[in-house]
């Protein structure tokens, strides 16, 4: 399966500014999804990215507010824009190969202060 | 769209006990069931999947069963040690090239020793 580095693994921010989580795989994949965890809570998906045409993204998440990019078959990024303390949680990013299996990378626990 | 329900939130048992994770989908056509184990300050692991067309898959300790026509699936934890102490994830995905996984609440999991 493949293989994900996701960075940065923890960061404490400040209202209003915005934060840029990378997501590296070591494969080329099909699909690349964000989730969002918080505290205590279960994984809600962002959006999908896919190479070459914006995200999609899922009811309750705006692009505005996350832009995502995937410039190629291995890369992507989530920016959480101008963020708030509702913000605070951890995000993750998952690959698809095309088939049944989903990888998820360590995850980004963001804290907005 | 789909819906997951996991059941328990919480679950406490023996070293040595079994434990048992249930949880159930509403979309039929979800064909696809993984389970992710996730530890705290790491991403969610797979630690075992099935597929519609069987109707349990072991590997080792764990194991998981499905009702397609119920629309429930379970795993099965035996001989439970402290390092399966954890938060484990149902999901379900119709299992499609870049569908997502639609996840339940969670269970954690606490084996005291």
């Known amino acids: 399966s493949a293989v994900i580095s996701q960075k940065p693994s923890r960061d404490i921010c400040q209202r209003g500014t915005s934060l840029t989580i990378q997501c590296q795989v070591d494969s080329q994949v099909t699909m690349m999804f964000w989730y969002r965890q918080q505290p205590g809570q279960s994984l809600t998906l962002i959006a999908t990215?896919?190479?070459?045409?914006?995200?999609?993204?899922e009811s309750g998440f705006v692009i505005d507010k996350f832009p995502i990019s995937r410039p190629n078959l291995t890369f992507s990024t989530l920016t959480v824009s101008n963020m708030s303390p509702e913000d605070s949680s951890i995000y993750l990013c998952s690959v698809s190969s095309g088939g049944y299996g989903y990888t998820f990378g360590s995850g980004t626990r963001l804290t907005v202060v | 769209g789909e819906n997951v329900e996991q059941h328990p939130s919480t679950l406490s048992v023996q070293e040595g006990d079994s434990a048992v994770i249930k949880c159930t989908y509403s979309?039929?056509?979800?064909?696809?069931f993984p389970w992710y184990k996730q530890e705290l300050g790491k991403g969610p692991q797979l630690i075992i999947d099935?597929?519609?067309?069987?109707g349990e898959k072991k590997d080792q300790r764990i194991a998981v069963t499905l009702n397609k026509t119920a629309k429930h699936f379970s795993l099965h934890i035996t001989e439970t040690q402290p390092e399966d102490s954890a938060v484990y994830f149902c999901?379900?995905?119709?299992?499609?090239?870049?569908?997502?996984?639609?996840f339940g609440g969670g269970t954690r999991l606490m084996v005291k020793p």
């Open positions: 979309d039929s056509a979800s064909n696809y």
């Open positions: 999901a379900a995905s119709t299992g499609n090239a870049g569908n997502m996984l639609t």
């Open positions: 990215a896919n190479q070459g045409s914006e995200a999609t993204y």
């Open positions: 099935i597929r519609s067309n069987v």
